[in-house]
């Protein structure tokens, strides 16, 4: 929940101080302007009680880590696919995840079918997910 953290460039430089020489950092946060990011800042914010106001990750990431004294060795998008056993699973897991009180289990699945997407695969129904994933490295020197 990095998206949660005010000042980032801080955050970077004290992962740095604390990681040993030749140490890696490894995060996995949602990116700024993708669907997962509109699910979070946009239904969820609206149907959870308290809200809900990401400051996601962003193409400043990865300057933002060289300049706290990182290698960045990986910075990209991957996909992450949740899987449930039925359709109706994927609204359930969610309002309990994410404190979602103010709407149902229906509206939550078809919210998160038409923002994020799902896809029956197999025996499997697999809600879209992707996280900006970063492998940084401390230098050994």
């Excluded at 946009?42 to 809900?52: Q, R």
């Excluded at 149902?104 to 029956?120: F, M, P, R, V």
């Amino acid at each position: 929940a990095v998206h949660h953290v005010l000042d980032k460039k801080d955050f970077f430089s004290e992962m740095y101080r604390v990681l040993k020489p030749g140490g890696k950092f490894c995060l996995g946060d949602v990116y700024v302007d993708t669907p997962v990011a509109t699910f979070l800042n946009g239904f969820l914010d609206k149907y959870n009680s308290m809200g809900h106001k990401g400051m996601f990750l962003g193409p400043e990431t990865a300057t933002d880590l060289v300049a706290a004294g990182f290698t960045v060795e990986v910075a990209e998008l991957r996909p992450y696919g949740w899987q449930f056993k039925s359709r109706e699973n994927i609204g359930h897991f969610c309002k309990l995840l994410f404190g979602i009180d103010l709407a149902d289990e229906h509206a939550i699945t078809q919210a998160i079918e038409d923002i994020l997407g799902i896809e029956k695969r197999g025996e499997w129904w697999e809600m879209n997910w992707e996280l900006y994933f970063v492998k940084a490295g401390r230098p050994a020197g």
